[in-house]
Structure formats: structure tokens, C-alpha cells
């Protein structure tokens, strides 16, 4: 018997997948995370496709005006490699029929990604623009997309004759799925409970967010009025997901498991959801990225034969500061060390900490002893997030021969910073970061990672061997100034004097941090683990609904 005949079929759910920068329909991590697992499981043969929706604006290009705010463009794509699968399905939507095409992708090493379209001569033009911006409008529109991703989801499934085992909901936005999969259950005569039950088997999710927050919620008068509620009452509907809705909370009854994205996420989940009740028991699947679309060619080269490891990162780090060049006419140090920060601006992550204290931090930057590089987007409605980007640039300004940011992050620009830095800074407010996977891209790489514990690095760090912790897992009252404190002792005592002192250990240290990265935090080791302990693993909610 095959391999893949043994193994069950996994249609994955995700809202934005990051497969390539040439393709703009993902925001972040969460979408390049989802592009790394179809890639892992085309690499290893794994029964798995992706379901997801085709955004004809994307995420946002988003750029520096002359007064150093940020500002978003939307242009519209239209790509000539989409593949026409012929099928057509419908959801209802605010009573409507809504049509949509199902196109298939898998020209990036991916496993077949099937995306759904909206943008058809049979829709108003109002149910065509349902698509457009990823992660934008109001709730009607969110709403709208979530129903598509999860009701049209699993009738594409059903239209194009792919039989599935398992569904894989990659965070809330695809509970709806759950839902369409209770309707068709109802609908062939079963009662609610039993159907909950059955569904329940064939349901796995994954939780991303650890601030309560920022888990989405909807009210219940706008499900109705949307059409979410697809045959099912409200006294159903809030036994999934309460009221108002969460859509994690349904998740998690719609599912037999959930797992967390690293170890110390985990014990975060299960704190924040433990009073949810007959949610499913929540694990933890430590995320991982594909070596082959981020480890640059020379260092895995001069890693897997023994060659000469500091060539190659000088190379990546030229190339690099040629990119930074051209964008900025900022010409950098080859020779000084170059700390790369580049994420999501948002007020946890704490982008420019390292800048708070400028009577410790601003004779390094003057005298070029240290440069950062800084780059990331904030959502294009997130005022604080454009707010710290506007810091970041400020200082750019101010310190122009050693602080620079670079506008309009995307995958292209994450493989050149996490490749060509020599150490990557993190530093979010414990625990609040779930894996950060940027990170492990540049351990990947040999970039030596200076970080809080927080997310992966917990399970990665070795302190003075493969990177740098600082602040000791503290999360106390006055947390910034404590890790502020602490990260400008670990820069000073050990970072900047092994970068200028002691090559030799520099290198030992590079290529210990390849060797930890390579073995613990690739997608394929992730997706190992979700076959071993997700989706082929006994039911541990047995036969559980809501009501245990």
C-alpha cells in the first residue's frame, strides 16, 4: 500500500496563503506559515490541498509619504497562470446568490491550492468586490468572505469530487466550513447533536492569536442577516460559538483537536480557552518554515559540505546592503554589525524599544558600531501600527548612516533580510508572540537570533551557543524597562563584543544555529507532526459534543 493511500486526505482552510511575492493574496506570517505547509506537504507527497480565496488587491503596497507616514495603495492583480478547474458553486449571501469560480495553483512547489472567485459576469458588482481586499472593510464584508472560505470551501470540495478525511481550519475564518458541514449532515436527516458528533470526527483547528482580543467575535443579528447561519437556529449557533460568536470558540467545539503553534503558545491557549466548555483539548504543533524557499542556496552549500560558512553570509549581507542601497541611497557597513527587525507593526512587538534609551543606544549608531534595518507593514486601519512605523522612520532619519527602514515589506524582501543580517532582533511583551517564524528563517540562515523567550525561541535557544535570550522569560510590572535593560546588557557584554572580537566563535555559533533550525523548525518536521499528532491521531474528545 502507498504511502499517500495510508495517510488520510486533508483539505487545509486558510484565508491568505504566501506561496510567492509575485502572488498578493497574504498579509503575514499566517499566510506564509500556510504556503510553507502546502509546499511541505508537495515536497513529501502528503494527501493535503489548500482552500482559500483569490484577492484581486491583496493585502496592501504600503509606502512612505514625504513626511514619514505611511500610506496604502491597492493595486488590482490579474495572473495568467490561475488554472480553470470549470467549477461553479453558490452561497447565499444577505439573500443573494453569490457564484463562485474555483481556480487551482500550484506553480510554486505547492501542493494544489484550490481559490475561490467571485469576480463573475453572474454577480452584481457588490458580491464581486467580496474578494478584493484582503483583510478589508467592515463586518458585513468579513463576513462575507469568511462564508465564502468556509460554506463555498466545502462545496467547491464536493463540486470538484475531492473526497477529504480531515479538515484543517487555520485559525476562526474557517468555522463556517463547520457549519456547511453540519447543514449537509442535517439535511440528509440527522439531528443536531448527532451531526455535531460526526462532524466533530473530521474537524482539526489551529489557534494562532494569545490575546483574547484579537480573536474574532460577531454579533448574531448580523449573522442572520448575512446568511451565516445556513440552516442552522440561533440556539445552535450558540452552542457553538456563544454570544456573540467567537469564531475560536466554535473552532474549538467544532473540533476533536486543536493545537497551539509552539510549546509555550500551548500553555497560553490553554489558560485563555480553558473555561470554554467541550472545546476541544488543545496541544501544541510548533510551526516551521520550508528550507528550500528560505535557507539561501550558498549557506545551506557551505553548511552541508563544511565550507566556508562567513564567505557565504558575507555575500547574502552584500546583497543585502545592495538592495538597501538601490530603495534608499543609504549605503551601509559591510564590515559593522547589521541587526535586522522586520514584522507586523503592532504595539506588543514592540518595534522600536531597542531606540528607547538614546544615551545608551545613540553613540553605537553614531559611530556606525551598530546598524538595524527595519521594515514590516501595520494593517492599513491600525493607526497605532502606522504610528510606530512612522517612529521607525523618524529615526531612519535621524541617524542616516546607520538606522534605515525599508517600505512595502514582502516575501522577496524577508529572504533578503533574513538571510544577509548577522543578527535578528526580537523582542515582543511575553507571551503575547505565538511562534515567529521570521526567526527561524534566519537561524535557518546563520543569522544569529537576539530575542526574548517568547514563541519558538524558547525551544531553540541555547544562550551564548546558537544566539542570545534576553530578559529570562520575565512577565512582571514594568516589563519594557526590564527588557529593555536586559537587551542592551546581552547587546553590549556579548553580542557586539563576540561580532567584533571573536570570528572563529561567530562562525561556531552560525553553525550551531543552522543545525538547531534545519532539525527542529522546518515545515517538514511541522508537518510530520501534524499527520503523527493531528490528523491521525485517535479522537481524544471521543465522543464528546458541546454538552461534556
Known sequence: ??????????????????????????????????GDHLKSARDQGMPLIGIGLLWRQGYTWQLIDDSGRPYDVFPTYAYDFLQDTGVKITVDIRGKVTHCKVWMVDKYG????????????????????????????????????????GIGGVRALRALGVEVDIYHFNEGHAVFAGT??????????MGFEDAWREVRRQIVFTTHTPVPAGNESHQHDLLQHMGAYNGLGYEQMKRLGGDPFGMTVAGLRLARIANAVSELHGKTSRNMWGDVEGAAPIIHVTNGVHRGTWQNDGIRKAYEENGDLWTEHQ??????????????????????LLVGFARRAAPYKRSDLILDKPDIVEPLLVSG???IVFSGKAHPQDGKGKEIISHLVAAARRYPHSVVYLENYDMRLGRLLTSGCDVWLNNPRRPQEASGTSGMKAAMNGVLNLSILDGWWPEGCQHGVNGWQFGDGYEGPEQDEHDLNALYHVLLSEVLPTYYGDRRRWVTMMKASIEMSVGKFSSERMLQDYYRLVYQKNDPAGEATGDN
Open 369 to 371: 558600531k551598530l546598524q
Open 180 to 189: 456547511e458541514l453540519l447543514r449537509e449532515k442535517m439535511v440528509g436527516g
Open 1 to 34: 500500500m502507498s504511502v499517500e493511500r495510508r495517510l488520510p486526505r486533508v483539505a487545509y482552510f486558510c484565508m491568505e496563503y504566501g506561496l510567492h511575492e509575485e502572488f498578493a493574496i497574504y498579509s503575514g506570517g499566517l499566510g506564509i506559515l500556510a
Open 110 to 149: 505547492n501542493a494544489p491550492l484550490y481559490l475561490l472567485d467571485p469576480n463573475v459576469p453572474e454577480n452584481e458588482e457588490r458580491e464581486k468586490w467580496i474578494n478584493f481586499k484582503l483583510y478589508g472593510g467592515d463586518a458585513e464584508a468579513r463576513v462575507a468572505q469568511e462564508m465564502l472560505l
Open 315 to 336: 555575500r547574502a549581507k552584500q546583497e543585502l546592503i545592495q538592495e538597501i542601497g538601490m530603495r534608499t541611497s543609504i549605503w551601509l557597513n559591510q564590515d559593522a
